[in-house]
């Protein structure tokens, strides 16, 4: 069973930039479709980005598209999330996921572990 762990949430002001970090033990990194997730308050967990188990195929929220980047290092069995530009609207909890199957997912429920999640705020 693999453990997830995310870092490098804080706060930042709006049009700044943060990577956070998600780093994993316990399991084979290079099995797992990864995705970022986040909640913000009094809201539901909306999808942000998934990565293949290879880094080859990505994909992302369309509010997030330009200015977020996904990527993984399997050697370090750890993901990254690159936030650019950052509004107050990204402003949430950011989880990182782990998906035992090979196909991409937008979806929360298809994923089988998480983590504890870093907190991001964003001043305006």
């Known amino acids: 069973q693999v453990q997830l762990e995310e870092s490098g949430g804080g706060l930042v002001q709006a049009g700044g930039s943060l990577r956070l970090s998600c780093a994993t033990s316990?399991?084979?990194?290079?099995?797992?479709?990864m995705g970022w997730f986040r909640q913000a308050p009094g809201k539901e967990r909306e999808f942000v980005a998934t990565?293949?188990?290879?880094?080859?195929?990505?994909d992302a929220a369309d509010s997030v598209k330009g200015r977020f980047a996904i990527s993984r290092d399997n050697d370090k069995n750890t993901m990254y999330l690159q936030m650019n530009s950052l509004k107050p609207e990204d402003t949430a909890v950011y989880y990182c996921?782990?998906?035992?199957?090979?196909?991409?997912?937008?979806?929360?429920?298809?994923?089988?572990?998480w983590g504890q999640g870093t907190q991001v705020t964003v001043s305006s």
């Open positions: 996921a782990a998906r035992d199957a090979s196909q991409l997912s937008t979806s929360g429920k298809e994923y089988d572990y």
């Open positions: 316990g399991g084979t990194f290079s099995r797992y479709v």
């Open positions: 990565i293949s188990r290879l880094g080859i195929r990505k």
